[in-house]
């Protein structure tokens, strides 16, 4: 996510990248009528269910989406025998890097290839959002969505907007705080506080649409200063929310005074990954990734702008 955190959520837009970290979907049909799920890196090994039975029971976080998907699947195409599910990753789960969309947005694709049913991008969405909201009963899809179009794109929820920028590259420096966010805890405790309190957060939503907008030109126009601009404008609106915190700031402190164009935190908040806008040539990249490390945080070694799911084989 770079901008449009939480708002997206209430109709406003956002812009979100997909980093070029994948997972893998190995998916085939069984000769019985269970669901068979190896996901290692999830922590799930030789899970088994009868297909008329998913859904049912208390889920496995590593299973839940894929379950799901699956599930709602065969409601609209009906299948005698079961299928056997590999997942593999190139990243680990703990970064924040929507993993349970990437896992979703994989099943979903591969599943749909291997029983040839046609979908296209925006059907594809909305197979997985449904069981997104099935799973977990909020969320703007935006993540889905990165993993589906794949490069950088302005998002307005459920998909009603899909619009790629043609970019050829992001100049982000993306720093991890060693702090593991739960996303749908903390959208639940603002809606908690916006039901209290509608003006000051539908004040701080609109503000957040402007940033978007704002920086969605600055992005189309290649002017790094203005992006990294909006992006600390962005983060102050998130401390306006209070879901900003004590590892987040400082990662974003020392890589503004390290030269970075702007910096703020990406996603959720309450830790998990920020990001730094950094020069176009690369010059400061050292520098703001030092000061991130020397602040106690992780520089990931990811491209941002990276292509969206597709069939290996």
Not at 12 to 38: G, S
Not at 205 to 212: G, I, K, Q
Not at 257 to 284: E, F, P, T, W
Request: aromatic share 8%; with cysteine; net charge neutral.
């Amino acid at each position: 996510m770079l901008a449009g955190s939480y708002s997206v959520v209430h109709g406003r837009p956002c812009l979100v990248t997909a980093v070029d970290q994948r997972l893998f979907v190995t998916v085939e049909k069984t000769t019985d009528d269970n669901f068979y799920l190896d996901a290692p890196d999830l922590g799930l090994k030789s899970y088994s269910k009868k297909i008329s039975e998913l859904g049912e029971g208390d889920l496995p976080k590593a299973v839940r989406f894929i379950e799901i998907i699956y599930k709602i699947f065969l409601r609209e195409h009906p299948q005698k025998n079961g299928v056997k599910v590999e997942t593999r990753n190139e990243f680990s789960s703990k970064f924040g890097f929507g993993s349970s969309s990437a896992a979703t947005t994989a099943f979903a694709k591969a599943i749909t290839t291997l029983y040839k049913v046609r979908l296209d991008k925006k059907a594809l969405f909305n197979l997985c959002y449904q069981a997104v909201i099935e799973v977990q009963g909020v969320g703007s899809g935006f993540d889905l969505a990165a993993a589906i179009w794949g490069g950088t794109i302005y998002y307005i929820s459920p998909a009603l907007v899909v619009e790629p920028l043609e970019l050829e590259k992001l100049p982000i420096v993306v720093g991890y705080t060693g702090v593991k966010a739960n996303t749908p805890t903390l959208v639940k405790k603002i809606n908690a506080k916006l039901e209290k309190d509608p003006a000051t957060f539908e004040k701080n939503f609109d503000m957040n649409a402007e940033v978007v907008e704002g920086m969605k030109k600055a992005l189309q126009e290649k002017n790094w200063e203005e992006v990294g601009s909006y992006l600390n404008q962005h983060q102050v609106l998130m401390r306006q929310l209070g879901v900003s915190s004590p590892e987040l700031e400082s990662l974003i402190t020392k890589s503004l005074q390290a030269g970075a164009k702007g910096a703020g935190l990406s996603g959720a908040g309450g830790g998990d990954c920020m990001l730094s806008v950094i020069n176009v040539d690369g010059k400061n990249k050292q520098a703001v990734e030092k000061a991130i490390d020397g602040a106690g945080g992780e520089v990931l070694p990811v491209k941002l702008n990276a292509p969206g799911a597709k069939i290996e084989n």
